[in-house]
């Protein structure tokens, strides 16, 4: 195996061209070496653009290449059972984006295709590769802000104007839970250390945008009566916060899960220490992803995150959508 881990990217999404292309060439250990599209022509006007050597005309031709080890997978969300799993069968390791699916069943379809295959799999929340996520937790650990009592978290953004934005398609895993609501409910499982035990929310469904969640509040319950508190939303101010509350004092983090590696990236904590402010390297965190991916690779070093871990987060996610859909509580 190469010491540089060789990616292909499975279609030319924004957050490809934006955000993980420029991520996995600012990593260690990984470099892109291709590019595909359902067209030859769009593929070689994506490869041009972003510099990259190789673009391939379909997804199935990149698939074929013995010159890539892994591929990243930006497509819609209804797709990304499909290409994961044309993917291991090809022998590539794969990054998904999130939500890795469109549901809980596909998401354990996945995983047990990647390992029956040998090949890794991870769902690309880049936030909690971010240094800071494990400051936050040593801090939580180490009881400055006193028993964990709750989480409040948003991430809200207005899009609405844009009614052909494919996060307006139902059918396609569309709407505000799935593309940011996944970030509250992810990160509450990461800092409780637990799997919740019922969901309640409620959303406005816009039929301008497809009848899709445009706004969804909920109310998490976990183990030993914590709760996460959360909003999301594509049709609202933009917005992207995180508040833990404990008995003794409270974390906040500003820019919670989407931050620029330019900027500030510190949090603040008011607890048994007093107040103070915790300085946080500047870094990529895509980059940071893309470099743990390939050391379970290339090291067979364990990952930071399970694949499994997937499966739980949209267990959460399609209870939350059922919850507002229905309008009642959901016990998981």
Not at 63 to 83: F, K, T
Not at 86 to 99: D, Q
Not at 135 to 143: C, F, K, Y
Request: charged content about 25%; overall charge negative.
């Amino acid at each position: 195996m190469n010491q540089t881990l060789r990616w292909g990217i499975l279609g030319t999404a924004s957050i490809a061209k934006r955000s993980v292309i420029p991520g996995i060439r600012g990593s260690i250990r990984n470099e892109v070496v291709a590019i595909a599209s359902r067209n030859q022509e769009k593929a070689d006007e994506a490869a041009k653009e972003l510099h990259i050597e190789n673009a391939f005309g379909s997804y199935e031709a990149l698939l074929a290449s013995d010159d890539i080890d892994a591929v990243y997978i930006p497509l819609p969300n209804h797709l990304h059972l499909e290409w994961t799993l044309r993917a291991a069968e090809a022998g590539k390791h794969i990054l998904c984006e999130k939500p890795i699916a469109l549901n809980s069943a596909e998401a354990e379809k996945m995983v047990e295709a990647c390992q029956k295959a040998g090949v890794h799999l991870a769902e690309a929340f880049m936030y909690r590769h971010h240094p800071r996520y494990q400051m936050i937790q040593d801090a939580i650990q180490s009881g400055e802000i006193g028993e964990l009592r709750g989480i409040h978290a948003n991430f809200t953004f207005n899009s609405a104007a844009n009614t052909e934005n494919i996060r307006y398609h139902k059918d396609w895993g569309g709407g505000s839970l799935y593309d940011v609501g996944c970030y509250p409910i992810s990160v509450a499982r990461l800092l409780i250390g637990q799997e919740p035990e019922a969901v309640t929310a409620q959303a406005l469904f816009s039929e301008k945008h497809g009848g899709v969640d445009m706004m969804t509040s909920g109310f998490v319950e976990f183990p030993n009566s914590i709760s996460l508190i959360f909003d999301c939303g594509m049709w609202a101010a933009f917005r992207n916060e995180m508040e833990v509350l404990g008995t003794d004092g409270v974390l906040k983090v500003p820019s919670a899960f989407a931050s620029d590696p330019d900027t500030d990236s510190s949090f603040s904590i008011t607890g048994k220490l007093g107040n103070r402010v915790v300085e946080v390297p500047r870094v990529n965190h895509y980059a940071l992803m893309a470099d743990d991916f390939a050391d379970v690779v290339l090291d067979g070093s364990k990952p930071k995150f399970d694949p499994q871990d997937a499966v739980f987060n949209m267990k959460v996610l399609e209870s939350a959508l059922r919850s507002a859909e229905q309008r009642k509580r959901i016990e998981l």
